[in-house]
């Protein structure tokens, strides 16, 4: 009996996976111009941060790293709000609905997971290691363009990617999730 309800977790794990993903990618796409907006204020601070000289040094400091903070934490609230907008969940449900769907879906989230891990390696291993085969000149600047990129398109794009995940954990009807026992 146990072996059954294992496959069932298992069954479409990654299907259900990149679907979401997919999803996500539509979201993230549909509100560039947004995305943007909140991006490029952390791509600026990080830019000059890295890239500046001496005149940008507060970039650097505790103050553009407030900024960069708030302003993420300001775009994961406009995502959270955007993505959930169309649901009727209450609040009181979305505990268990999340356990749930862990207790019910973790082929899921590792198949996400084991997405992330690839997403990790393309836009944080694969820059890393090509930055430093470059003459220490042009590592400071390569590192301050890649920290600009990132902070507009990898970044809330794993903040999309997440909060879609959450949103499809707790929209996800309670027949569809396999429970022990």
């Known amino acids: 009996m146990t072996e059954g309800i294992e496959e069932m977790r298992w069954s479409g794990a990654w299907g259900e996976a990149i679907r979401v993903f997919g999803a996500s990618g539509g979201f993230f796409i549909r509100h560039y111009p947004i995305v943007f907006a909140f991006g490029a204020v952390a791509s600026v601070q990080r830019f000059l941060a890295v890239g500046g000289d001496e005149r940008y040094a507060w970039a650097g400091g505790v103050g553009g790293e407030v ?45 996400s997971a084991a997405l992330l891990v690839a997403l990790t390696i393309v836009a944080k291993v694969i820059p890393d290691a090509i930055g ?35 949103r499809h954990a707790v929209t996800v009807p309670a027949t569809a999730a396999v429970t022990a026992g």
Do not use: C, H
């Not at 470059?134 to 997440?162: C, G, H, R």
């Open 67 to 111: 900024v960069t903070a708030a302003v993420r934490v300001l775009f994961l609230a406009w995502v959270i709000r955007r993505a959930f907008a169309d649901t009727d969940v209450p609040w009181s449900e979305v505990g268990a609905r999340l356990g749930r769907f862990v207790d019910g879906r973790t082929g899921v989230l590792l198949a």
């Open 132 to 166: 430093a085969s470059l003459d220490a000149s042009a590592q400071a600047t390569y590192q301050s363009w890649e920290l600009a990129i990132k902070n507009v398109t990898v970044i809330p794009f794993t903040m999309v990617w997440l909060t879609m995940l959450a």
